[in-house]
T-cell receptor, first 114, second 110 residues
Framework: DPKIIQKPKYLVAVTGSEKILICEQYLGHNAMYWYRQSAKKPLEFMFS???????DNQTASSRFQPQSSKKNHLDLQITALKPDDSATYFC?????????????FGSGTRLTVL | GQQVQQSPTSLVLQEGENAELQCNFS?????MQWFYQRPGGSLISVFYNPSGTKQSGRLTSTTVIKERRSSLHISSSQITDSGTYLCAMGMNYNQGKLIFGQGTKLSIKP
């Protein structure tokens, strides 16, 4: 059974709309992350959270807003979508913040913005 | 410029041949990992190897900090080894923030 669940697996949106990408982890981890993988760029770090608090934000645009309603949830809200936002978004978690040795990734949400 | 460079970009081998994947870092290395990614799939950690040599079955990873490089060697490749291999380095202040390379796409033919 997957321990990090991302929903939906595929998502198609129109330019200017808003979407929420869901991530839940059942590993009992305290830290969660978002990464993005687009066709033109390597996998890139977006955010990290520890105990539901934002620790690091490498996303320049405020259109990307993580939301953590529970310790094991870290959703990603994207507003005013643009075609350049098309990418696969991966959620990840680790036992504690900064613990790269045991970093687990979800299977991703593939977002296409038309 | 890109901090993590992987080579080759793609590699096609016959089953049974050995594969050598390289990763070079432009900044001082704090930690590094190798990941395996299936087409359209998630990432699975293959090695966490900040320094030295680690082996797991047919896979061997060697990281040389002074030379800012790491390699992944796959011996006696199998069709199921096909996929993309990504190397990533961890940042000093937040090792959960990984800087990834572009990946090496490995295709093993029967």
């Amino acid at each position: 059974d997957p321990k990090i669940i991302q929903k939906p697996k595929y998502l198609v949106a129109v330019t200017g709309s808003e979407k929420i990408l869901i991530c839940e982890q059942y590993l009992g981890h305290n830290a969660m992350y978002w990464y993005r993988q687009s066709a033109k760029k390597p996998l890139e770090f977006m955010f990290s959270y520890s105990y539901q608090k934002l620790m690091d934000n490498q996303t320049a645009s405020s259109r990307f807003q993580p939301q953590s309603s529970k310790k094991n949830h870290l959703d990603l809200q994207i507003t005013a979508l643009k075609p350049d936002d098309s990418a696969t978004y991966f959620c990840a978690s680790s036992p504690d913040w900064g613990d790269a040795e045991t970093l687990y990734f979800g299977s991703g949400t593939r977002l296409t913005v038309l | 410029g890109q901090q993590v460079q992987q080579s080759p970009t793609s590699l096609v081998l016959q089953e049974g041949e050995n594969a050598e994947l390289q990763c070079n870092f432009s900044t001082s290395l704090n930690s590094m990992q190798w990941f395996y990614q299936r087409p359209g799939g998630s990432l699975i950690s293959v090695f966490y190897n900040p320094s030295g040599t680690k082996q797991s079955g047919r896979l061997t990873s060697t990281t040389v900090i002074k030379e800012r490089r790491s390699s992944l060697h796959i011996s006696s490749s199998q069709i199921t080894d096909s996929g993309t291999y990504l190397c990533a380095m961890g940042m000093n202040y937040n090792q959960g923030k990984l800087i990834f390379g572009q990946g090496t796409k490995l295709s093993i033919k029967p």
